[in-house]
């Protein structure tokens, strides 16, 4: 299994980007999948996750501006990040518990000009 990430980029504070990972590979079984974020000199943190049933949790940091989202069928979850703030400048992970097995994408790097 195999977890590819996109939709990285720079954008202005106050804008918006989409996230994208898509898993690929033989998967029988999805528990949830989510992003993470670590910025430099920073340990990496939990950003949003989503079950298979759809049930969803967020940082209290981005509570309000972030919207995670899947599409089970597709194997896909997406990150919706509005009202970005140069805090929230980090490489984004995506995480999927897979199979009953933990997988990372590469990280697609999101940089927030002030």
């Known amino acids: 299994v195999q977890l590819q990430a996109s939709g990285g980029g720079l954008v202005q504070a106050g804008g918006s980007l989409r996230l994208s990972c898509v898993a690929s590979g033989t998967i029988f079984w999805i528990n949830d999948m989510g992003w993470y974020r670590q910025a430099p000199g920073k340990q990496r943190e939990l950003v949003a996750t989503i079950t298979s049933g759809a049930t969803t949790n967020y940082a209290d940091s981005v509570k309000g501006r972030f919207t995670i989202s899947s599409i089970n069928a597709k194997s896909t979850v997406y990150l919706q990040m509005d009202s970005l703030k140069p805090e929230d400048t980090a490489v984004y992970y995506c995480?999927?518990?897979?199979?009953?097995?933990?997988?990372w994408g590469q990280g697609t790097l999101v940089t927030v000009s002030s």
């Open positions: 995480n999927a518990n897979i199979n009953r097995q933990m997988y």
